[in-house]
């Protein structure tokens, strides 16, 4: 889709952190820098186990005194009980905000329809909420948080055409961009296999954060061997969760997908060994070709 549209994400949902001590407790927690969110800046981050694995992901943006973080709505609770644990005696908040919602714009002009400056990250306030170009990778388009009664008519005063969720998602396995839970395990994934330093998501200069060991001592000693990838499918679109093949070995995991695209989590070196030898990568009937992300420094 060229022309710019919105479409208003059911699967995400909003938790917002306020009190005085919100950054500190948000810092120490998460991958990226906390401390660098201001009204003209969002960030994506992740929250990991103390052992460097996959908890949850979401967006930060600020909002008067307090933090908006656009996350999944099915695990709105789990992450909310999870920070909680950490709270101890900062003054902090932490509560679901049912009232707000949140949308995708995408397609040329997107960004600037919201009157945001085109890079990743760029934010700025929007009619009771807030709007920010992806902190991942400015070609995703854009991200609102808005009250939910009236997002869709803000978006439509923007000229912003009514798109769907699905046309969203084809935009972003494109490019190779996870969406949760649905491309990373909790407790299972770690965040390099999954694009997450080249996507603005790993902050190396910020100080330790939970997991931050691990996932340093991953980047450093270059012990990634596996990556989440966009696939072509020719055939029947795989489960998520279904194997990969190459030949009699196994080569991967299926993850999200729709139509002829989706993302696998692929071996590189059966990657590159199927490209060497025109070998086929195979999920059942269906047979996949793997394109590197233009943004992927593997």
């Known amino acids: 889709m060229s022309e710019p549209a919105f479409a208003i994400l059911d699967s995400r949902a909003v938790l917002a952190v306020g009190g005085e001590d919100r950054v500190a407790f948000l810092q120490g927690l998460v991958s990226t820098d906390v401390a660098s969110v201001s009204a003209a800046k969002a960030i994506h981050t992740a929250f990991l186990t103390a052992q460097g694995k996959y908890l949850h992901d979401f967006f930060i943006a600020a909002l008067g005194d307090g933090f908006l973080l656009d996350c999944e709505a099915a695990r709105l609770e789990d992450l909310k009980k999870r920070l909680s644990i950490y709270r101890l005696r900062s003054k ?74 699905s046309d969203y998602d084809r935009l972003r396995l494109s490019l190779g961009l996870p969406d949760g839970s649905r491309d990373l395990v909790p407790e299972k994934s770690i965040l390099l296999e999954n694009g997450f330093d080249e996507l603005n998501g790993v902050d190396w200069d910020k100080g330790c954060f939970l997991g931050q060991e691990l996932t340093a001592r991953t980047h450093y000693r270059g012990l990634v061997k596996k990556r989440l990838m966009p696939v072509a499918i020719d055939g029947p679109l795989p489960a998520p969760g279904t194997l990969v093949m190459l030949g009699e070995k196994e080569a991967g995991e299926m993850r999200s997908g729709t139509g002829t695209l989706g993302l696998a989590l692929l071996r590189l070196e059966a990657v590159e060994r199927a490209a060497a030898e025109d070998l086929a990568l195979m999920v059942g009937d269906a047979r996949l070709a793997p394109k590197k992300p233009a943004w992927a420094t593997f």
């Open 92 to 165: 902090v908040t932490i509560e679901a905000r049912p009232d707000l919602a949140v949308a995708v714009v995408f397609g040329a002009g997107g960004a600037e329809a919201l009157r945001l400056a085109g890079e990743a990250g760029a934010a700025g306030p929007l009619d009771g909420g807030v709007g920010f170009v992806d902190p991942r990778l400015a070609d995703a388009g854009a991200r609102a948080v808005l009250p939910a009664d009236s997002a869709a008519a803000t978006l439509e005063a923007a000229g912003l055409a009514a798109g769907s969720s």
